[in-house]
């Protein structure tokens, strides 16, 4: 029975081992072809598509698009920064260049009166409106407004200036001025206001306390402007000034010829040295 038995099963041994041998076979290749899938699915997450594990089921999303609107736009764009220095050899050419100018400025001086004129401390504020021509000449237009005793005076002058270096400008101009002013502490000279009947002009031994007036004015200035960039500059200058004005002055009486108010006249001349600075834009 023995000797039956065992070439039956060694046959059936050797089957089963070879069956064994392919299944492991089939399981080693199954195993091989499945580790990129699993890689692949590892690697999704950080691709940031899908979900953990998962591999990728599509393109990637588009990002999102941020229009721009025109403010935002126009502060992209903005290149003005603050600059803090010199001014530049462009920023004097600009100056030096045509144009119009507009310049504010504030003097003070004495007006000293010669003859019977009144003599007073003043200050006044000037505004300059003028075009530059050239790198030489600009022509402008200035206009006084100062103090005085009891009053004010005021003036307007036409004026060319020239440029013979830089911004150094000499201006000579002519024009029409006045005053409004009032010193009764003033000495009368010969003069009875009170008990005048008649209009008429005083004698040079005669004074007015009062003035109000206007006549011719005519002023010569040296200035300097230092460039502080493109559109702005300031600076420094001298003003000679000489005016004559016409004056009148009542007393309240009635001109017994005429039946008009008693006017007395007088001329008065007054010169000037002032000083004073200039704020001016282009």
């Known amino acids: 029975m023995t ?60 990002p999102p698009v941020h229009v721009i609107d025109e403010k935002e736009r126009v502060a992209l764009a903005q290149t003005d920064n603050v600059r803090v220095g010199l001014p530049t050899q462009a920023d004097r050419d600009a100056w030096a260049s045509s144009g119009v ?42 206009l006084a407004y100062g103090t005085g005793p009891g009053g004010l005076r005021w003036s307007a002058t036409l004026e060319p200036t020239f440029f013979p270096w830089r911004q150094l400008g000499i201006s000579a101009g002519v024009g029409y001025g006045g005053l409004s002013v009032s010193d009764p502490s003033a000495p009368t000279g010969g003069l009875q206001g009170p008990t005048v009947t008649i209009s008429r002009d005083l004698t040079s031994g005669e004074r007015l306390q009062s003035c ?49 108010p008693v006017v007395l006249s007088q001329w008065w001349q007054q010169v000037a040295l002032d000083l004073g600075w200039w704020l001016t834009w282009r």
């Open 212 to 260: 109000t007036g206007s006549a011719l004015t005519a002023v010569v200035r040296t200035e300097y402007l230092f460039v502080v960039g493109p559109l702005f500059a300031t600076g420094p200058f001298v003003e000679g000034l000489g005016q004559w004005t016409r004056c009148q002055a009542t007393f309240g009486r009635v001109d017994d010829e005429t039946g008009q």
């Open 101 to 142: 100018r507009v310049q504010l400025g504030y003097e003070m001086g004495s007006l000293h009166g010669l003859g019977p004129a009144l003599s007073f401390s003043s200050k006044a504020a000037l505004l300059r409106p003028s075009v530059r021509i050239d790198a030489h000449w600009a022509l402008g237009i200035a």
């Open 3 to 62: 000797m039956t038995m065992t070439p039956r099963i060694g046959w059936r041994g050797a089957r089963i081992r070879r069956l064994g041998l392919r299944l492991a076979a089939m399981l080693a290749l199954a195993l091989a072809l499945a580790m990129p899938a699993s890689a692949l699915a590892a690697d999704a997450p950080a691709s940031g598509s899908g979900t953990p594990g998962e591999p990728p089921s599509g393109p990637a999303p588009t």
